[in-house]
């Protein structure tokens, strides 16, 4: 019998301060007028190292957000803007965290 499991991808999870690792965790729904992308690679910039380091949350969080992938579902309402990818000598932050 084929099994009916929901499908799931891997995450940084930011458990507690200078705590991060690797987990499961469910594919999110498409959200109304959003995509969904299937990261192909993720990048930790110097603003996420700066909250591994220092975060007082509580809360467990994804931690990442320069990614490269691809669109595998869309809305009909969405509307997508191509953003140019900068390199790390003209991100403030990343420059910050290479010094």
């Given at each position: 019998m084929p099994s009916h499991s929901t499908?799931?991808?891997?995450?940084?999870l930011l458990e507690k301060k200078s705590t991060m690792?690797?987990?499961?965790?469910p594919i999110p729904?498409?959200?109304?007028?959003?995509?969904?992308?299937?990261?192909?690679?993720?990048?930790?910039?110097g603003s996420d190292v700066?909250?591994?380091?220092?975060?007082v949350s509580t809360e467990e969080r994804v931690i990442g957000h320069e990614i490269t992938?691809?669109?595998?579902k869309i809305d009909e309402?969405?509307?997508i803007a191509i953003i140019a990818?900068?390199?790390?000598?003209?991100c403030a932050s990343s420059l910050r965290s290479h010094t």
């Open positions: 499908p799931t991808m891997k995450a940084n690792k690797v987990v499961e965790m729904e498409l959200p109304p007028g959003g995509l969904l992308i299937r990261t192909k690679s993720v990048g930790i910039c700066i909250k591994v380091l220092n975060t992938g691809e669109v595998v309402r969405a509307t990818a900068m390199e790390v000598t003209q």
